[in-house]
């Protein structure tokens, strides 16, 4: 069928025939990709709704990085991490070893700070007491 509009245009009308479906499925995704700052945004309003727990597996955020900082083999990757956490908590147990081995050698006074060189059992003092005569001590100066 032809019309005019006003300008004396012509104007085509095809007849259209709906499908046959009797259902009708919406389709509601966003009109435009969300931002950093709205993804990050709604990370953390999950995250804190969440009781501050992780929403997402350390995979699916690797996954999802991936791609922006050029990793091409996610496993590989994840594996590194896990290598990662373990020479850190290697490192932190060193340290907590070798802090319990100075205190053991009298290198804290009894109020838990270092002592100084001439300090009896301090640094360059020799062999010093150990914590549990230390302890021993304070109760005997608490009675």
């Known amino acids: 069928m032809r019309e005019g509009d006003e300008d004396g245009a012509e104007v085509t009308f095809e007849p259209?025939?709906?499908g046959t479906s009797s259902a009708l499925v919406l389709n509601w995704l966003p009109y435009f990709q969300p931002t950093w700052a709205d993804i990050q945004s709604a990370a953390q309003a999950v995250k804190l709704a969440n009781g501050e727990k992780p929403v997402i597996s350390q995979r699916t955020s690797v996954e999802a990085m991936?791609?922006?900082?050029?990793?091409?083999d996610v496993d590989s990757e994840l594996r590194q991490m896990g290598d990662e956490k373990q020479r850190d908590i290697e490192e932190a147990r060193e340290?907590?070893?070798?802090d319990f081995a100075m205190r053991d050698e009298g290198g804290e006074n009894d109020e838990g700070t270092p002592k100084k060189?001439?300090?009896p059992g301090?640094?360059?003092?020799?062999?010093?007491e150990t914590a549990e005569a230390?302890?021993?001590g304070k109760e005997e100066k608490a009675t």
Not at 66 to 72: E, N
Not at 95 to 98: G, L, R, T
Not at 122 to 127: C, S, V
């Open 122 to 128: 301090g640094a360059g003092g020799g062999k010093g």
């Open 66 to 72: 991936a791609s922006i900082f050029g990793v091409t």
């Open 134 to 136: 230390r302890q021993k």
């Open 95 to 98: 340290a907590m070893e070798a």
């Open 16 to 18: 259209r025939k709906p």
């Open 117 to 119: 060189p001439g300090d």
